[in-house]
């Protein structure tokens, strides 16, 4: 049976980079749900449609976009990789207690992933970092317009080494914003790990202040790749 793994952790914790390591090695698919709500949002058609434009206007200034809105699209792309058979990566979705477990009239993302996957199927890993490595991190890097692939501004490069896109800083990273994205994550995201361990799952926690490829290898080790 295909498995699920979700990778959490303060921004600029590297969730995306070992996110598509496991892709690159493993065949995972990487659901990179901030990724993708920045294109519905971005898209030419939200300036027609009033709730992508509300989402917008939230995603823009580092709020965490509607809840209600974000496990709809969460959900019905996990239902679609649980189906065709492949194994899954999230790169810190779902990012509050509403999306991860709904309410007494909506089933949270983690009931989907339990029903479709299994719940021994699905495993998550808590990324530490200090809040100076994150502003750090984000505020000097740059994301390829083409495949999203990150890169350090100290770099200087103008296209993606992967793809040949444009390089371009996101909206969400700038000093400012990445502080108040901090916020959101202790104070919505981070609850999610207390209330998971309630449930039962394992969590493993893995220091993210090291060079990508060595974290890679203590993901790989907590879950038992290669």
């Given at each position: 049976?295909?498995?699920?793994?979700?990778?959490?952790?303060?921004?600029?914790?590297?969730?995306?980079?070992?996110?598509?390591?496991?892709?690159?090695?493993?065949?995972?698919?990487?659901?990179?749900?901030?990724?993708?709500?920045?294109?519905?949002?971005?898209?030419?058609?939200?300036?027609?449609?009033?709730?992508?434009?509300?989402?917008?206007?939230?995603?823009?200034?580092?709020?965490?976009?509607?809840?209600?809105?974000?496990?709809?699209?969460?959900?019905?792309?996990?239902?679609?990789?649980?189906?065709?058979?492949?194994?899954?990566?999230?790169?810190?979705?779902?990012?509050?207690?509403?999306?991860?477990?709904?309410?007494?009239?909506?089933?949270?993302?983690?009931?989907?992933?339990?029903?479709?996957?299994?719940?021994?199927?699905?495993?998550?890993?808590?990324?530490?970092?200090?809040?100076?490595?994150?502003?750090?991190?984000?505020?000097?890097?740059?994301?390829?317009?083409?495949?999203?692939?990150?890169?350090?501004?100290?770099?200087?490069?103008?296209?993606?080494?992967?793809?040949?896109?444009?390089?371009?800083?996101?909206?969400?990273?700038k000093p400012e914003i990445i502080k108040d994205r901090?916020?959101?994550?202790?104070?919505?995201?981070?609850?999610?790990?207390?209330?998971?361990?309630?449930?039962?799952?394992?969590i493993k926690t893995i220091k993210a202040e090291k060079?990508?490829?060595?974290?890679?290898?203590?993901?790989?080790?907590?879950?038992?790749?290669?």
């Amino acid at each position: 049976m295909s498995r699920v793994v979700i990778l959490y952790g303060p921004p600029g914790s590297g969730k995306g980079t070992q996110a598509e390591l496991l892709v690159r090695k493993y065949d995972f698919i990487h659901f990179d749900s901030g990724r993708y709500i920045e294109s519905l949002v971005h898209s030419k058609e939200a300036a027609k449609d009033p709730i992508l434009m509300r989402e917008r206007k939230n995603f823009d200034t580092g709020i965490l976009c509607t809840p209600e809105w974000v496990l709809k699209v969460t959900r019905d792309e996990a239902i679609r990789v649980a189906k065709s058979g492949f194994n899954l990566v999230f790169s810190g979705a779902p990012r509050t207690l509403f999306e991860a477990f709904g309410d007494h009239k909506t089933k949270g993302l983690f009931d989907s992933l339990e029903k479709h996957f299994g719940k021994e199927n699905v495993s998550i890993i808590l990324f530490t970092a200090g809040e100076n490595v994150s502003i750090f991190r984000n505020s000097n890097r740059k994301v390829c317009s083409v495949c999203g692939l990150p890169l350090l501004e100290s770099a200087r490069a103008s296209h993606c080494g992967l793809c040949g896109g444009s390089m371009r800083t996101r909206t969400l990273d700038k000093p400012e914003i990445i502080k108040d994205r901090l916020v959101q994550y202790r104070t919505r995201t981070f609850p999610i790990i207390k209330e998971l361990k309630k449930r039962g799952y394992q969590i493993k926690t893995i220091k993210a202040e090291k060079l990508p490829f060595e974290i890679f290898k203590s993901v790989e080790r907590n879950l038992k790749l290669g």
